[in-house]
């Protein structure tokens, strides 16, 4: 059993460590995950939200044309989330010495989820369940990857995923009222 002095590396060590290679910022020589991977799995994140952003949006003008506003309303909501979380994965990425990818070329490729625009609102709305259960499955696979190698990164994957899994269940219950309220 490890003791309370022995669960920490040499804290002289770590000093020494941490002053080497200050040019890379946050990511120490500790840093357990495989950089690359991550940086490949969080510009994957990004594009999924990207095109999530461009789908609600899409949605929002969309529904407010048919008259749906309480709806375009919630569609506006998501978008604006969507964003944040792109933001914040953006960030992220930069800090592991990375480049947060917002290249037009190829988005669709990198993201997990489609851009699908439906004509109707129920067409819509599924729609967006489909794209945030994608998101759901694939940010818990990225979730387990970073797992204790990167708790940093495997914490904002966990945030963003209580919210997608609060998206879906928001889409769930509008593809009830569309059908009750026959919008
Ligand atoms: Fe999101
Ligand atoms: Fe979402």
């Not at 000093?15 to 040019?23: K, L």
């Not at 190829?106 to 997990?112: A, D, E, N, P, V």
Request: charged letters at 35%; glycine letters at 4%.
């Amino acid at each position: 059993m490890p003791t309370t002095q022995s669960f920490l590396t040499d804290i002289k060590e770590i000093r020494r460590r941490a002053r080497q290679h200050i040019e890379k910022g946050a990511v120490t020589e500790g840093y357990k995950a495989d950089r690359e991977t991550a940086v490949r799995l969080l510009n994957e994140a990004l594009a999924t939200e990207i095109v999530c952003v461009l789908r609600y949006k899409r949605h929002q003008f969309m529904a407010k044309g048919l008259n749906a506003t309480a709806i375009a309303e919630e569609f506006a909501e998501h978008a604006a989330e969507e964003q944040d979380h792109a933001d914040r994965i953006a960030e992220r990425i930069t800090q592991l010495q990375g480049e947060p990818n917002f290249s037009p070329e190829g988005i669709l490729t990198r993201s997990h989820s489609e851009y699908i625009e439906g004509h109707t609102l129920t067409e819509m709305v599924k729609e967006d369940l489909v794209a945030e259960r994608i998101a759901i499955e694939s940010y818990s696979e990225i979730i387990r990857f970073f797992g204790n190698d990167d708790p940093t990164s495997r914490r904002l994957m966990e945030e963003i995923l209580a919210k997608e899994e609060e998206h879906a269940e928001d889409m769930a219950s509008l593809i009830d009222r569309v059908a009750r309220e026959h919008l």
